[in-house]
């Protein structure tokens, strides 16, 4: 299985971009979703995460206020709306899905995207 992101780029810091990820592989409804990011000579950190029933999120405290994760099932898409973004939100950026129960706390992520670079520019 292998999930799809798009929607990176270059961007000036405090400007905005929309990742998605999809996949023909899955149907990603009865799923957690996830956005993890790796920026270079670091650990993968755990950004954003929707429940598969819509009514969690969670967030990065440090891009709380700023990043927006949502979902679309019947388009089996999941997104991350990110603004005001800044130099140090410049990673790679990795969707993914898991059945865990602890999926707010990163546990149990299965099926992988392959990631999408982000670079914010200061």
């Known amino acids: 299985v292998q999930l799809q992101a798009s929607g990176g780029g270059l961007v000036q810091a405090g400007g905005s971009l929309g990742l998605s990820c999809t996949t023909s592989?899955?149907?990603?409804?009865?799923?957690?979703m996830a956005w993890y990011r790796q920026a270079p000579g670091q650990e993968r950190e755990f950004v954003a995460a929707?429940?598969?029933?819509?009514?969690?999120?969670y967030a990065l405290d440090s891009v709380k206020g700023r990043f927006t994760i949502s979902r679309d099932n019947a388009k089996n898409t999941v997104f991350l709306q990110m603004n005001g973004l800044k130099p140090e939100d410049t990673a790679v950026y990795y969707c993914a899905a898991s059945q865990n129960v602890q999926w707010n706390r990163g546990v149990g992520y299965k099926y992988w995207g392959q990631g999408t670079l982000v670079t914010v520019s200061s």
């Open positions: 929707i429940s598969r029933s819509f009514a969690e999120t």
């Open positions: 592989d899955l149907t990603l409804r009865p799923y957690h």
